[in-house]
């Protein structure tokens, strides 16, 4: 059969030459490579090393253009291992007679050391880089235990009324894109700041009282928050009622009875990248406001005042405000709050948060659940005559008038505003009496004021002036 073939072979190479057609002489090779025995001698030599060369150059062209390199692996053995035939026939047994058998078998014995090498070689890379993590996370855990043991001695020593806000290696404090950030807030950074302590409650109440009498409840339930505290910590509030209520004034006016420095932010131009601060990547690079509250205010429990919460812009953009402020009004974030221009964490679990509100309906969930809501009632006409002490006393401190005014408006039970007790019995020029006043002066002056406040718009009801006061004589 051997030898057929090869004749065959032959008669096909010569009718290719005859008829010019090159598909007949590759299919005589095609016999040829079929028909072949194992070379033994010199006698086939030739017939070999012709097929030889036609599989090598298949084989290359066909390695370029084939995506499977399975199907490459085994035609690239059997090519080699046809054209090591004629040296390596000691490697086969007597048994192996056709050279396509034994191409294989000898293709096979060639690749083996290589695939082991490439086994190896791919070991080696896997090991390397796994040392290489290896070695990367223990000098990552070595800084991490060299700047724990750095800031961990000053924490046991904060008293209870003091805080560390925030904390800052030395290289980060000498840290260049840092410079203009921590510049202006150097005296809050590494610093035990103190906490406003509370001040006596019934004289809060007193004075919210007299300034605010139709908000009675409101001031009762905030201050029952400082009920056995010793500095001034209020769970985040949020009042809402009508506008024009005083809402706004009563908490500026909170804080700044109760001793604490007031921060106060327009929501309706605040934004989550505004108010949570911005990275330090840009060039416009901010900390948060409560940080920017505290470092204005010198101690770690100011009062930020969120004014018109429902007014905050809804876009996502660059964050909502909404979104941004529960980080800050949970416990368990905003005593490690991280800042994106300091890129540490932050301690704010003393800052106050009172936020105000016309309506609760464009409020997501999530802020009312994290506020106390109170409704703030609006003062109405039955409220001017306990209003007007109050009034006037401002009236008398903003305008520099004679302190006489304060005590000519008083509450019908005879109480005087703290103002009042502050600046002492009026006094009268010298060589002239107390200055008197009849009944019936009285009287006219409350109406001539309650005229005045009727005639201004409901939504202002504290009066811009007053009824001139008459003349001091002798004779009076």
């Not at 290719?16 to 033994?40: F, G, I, K, M, N």
């Not at 090591?84 to 048994?95: D, E, F, I, K, Q």
């Not at 961990?152 to 904390?167: G, I, K, S, T």
């Not at 505290?229 to 985040?236: E, H």
Request: charged fraction near 25%; aromatic fraction near 6%.
């Amino acid at each position: 059969m051997d030898h057929a073939g090869l004749l065959l072979a032959s008669e096909l190479d010569r009718l290719a030459v005859s008829e010019d057609r090159t598909d007949l002489r590759s299919l005589a090779d095609c016999v040829r490579l079929l028909s072949l025995p194992v070379p033994t001698d010199i006698c086939h030599f030739g017939e070999h090393r012709r097929a030889a060369k036609s599989l090598l150059i298949a084989f290359v062209g066909f390695a370029r253009s084939c995506d499977d390199e399975e199907l490459c692996s085994d035609l690239e053995r059997f090519c080699f291992g046809w054209a090591a035939l004629p040296t390596c026939g000691h490697l086969l047994s007597r048994y192996d007679q056709s050279a396509a058998y034994a191409a294989d078998i000898v293709g096979a014995q060639m690749a083996e050391h290589r695939v082991e090498a490439a086994k190896a070689s791919v070991w080696k890379l896997v090991k390397d880089r796994a040392k290489q993590k290896e070695e990367k996370q223990a000098e990552q855990r070595k800084k991490a235990n060299d700047v724990e043991s750095q800031t961990a001695a000053p924490r046991v020593a904060v008293p209870e009324d003091r805080l560390v806000v925030a904390r800052l290696t030395d290289e980060e404090m000498k840290n260049i894109k840092l410079k203009d950030i921590i510049g202006p807030l150097k005296s809050v950074i590494n610093v035990t700041l103190p906490l406003v302590k509370s001040p006596p409650l019934h004289q809060v109440r007193e004075i919210l009282m007299f300034e605010f009498p139709y908000a009675l409840d409101v001031i009762d339930f905030v201050l029952a928050d400082l009920v056995g505290r010793a500095t001034v910590r209020l769970r985040p509030l949020l009042l809402v009622g009508d506008p024009g209520g005083g809402k706004t004034r009563f908490a500026r006016r909170l804080g700044e009875v109760l001793g604490v420095s007031v921060w106060r932010t327009d929501a309706s131009r605040s934004d989550g990248a505004v108010f949570a601060g911005t990275d330090r990547r840009w060039y416009s690079a901010e900390p948060c406001h409560p940080f920017l509250a505290i470092g204005r205010a010198k101690h770690a429990n100011p009062l930020v005042l969120l004014d018109e919460l429902e007014k905050a812009g809804t876009r996502s953009d660059y964050g909502r405000l909404w979104d941004c402020l529960l980080g800050f009004l949970e416990p368990e974030t905003n005593a490690r709050y991280p800042d994106p221009a300091l890129q540490i964490t932050l301690d704010l679990s003393q800052v106050n948060y009172i936020a105000t509100a016309n309506s609760l309906d464009p409020l997501p969930s999530p802020i009312r659940d994290r506020f106390r809501v109170i409704t703030f009632p609006k003062p109405t006409a039955n409220d001017l005559d306990a209003l007007l002490p109050a009034v006037t006393a401002d009236l008398v401190g903003e305008r520099g008038l004679d302190n006489r005014w304060v005590t000519r408006w008083h509450r019908a039970n005879g109480r005087r505003h703290p103002l009042a007790r502050r600046l002492g019995p009026p006094t009268a020029p010298a060589g002239r009496g107390h200055p008197t006043r009849t009944r019936s002066s009285r009287r006219q002056e409350l109406n001539e004021t309650k005229i005045i406040m009727n005639d201004r718009p409901h939504h202002a009801w504290l009066p811009s002036r007053l009824p001139r006061p008459p003349a001091i004589t002798a004779d009076c």
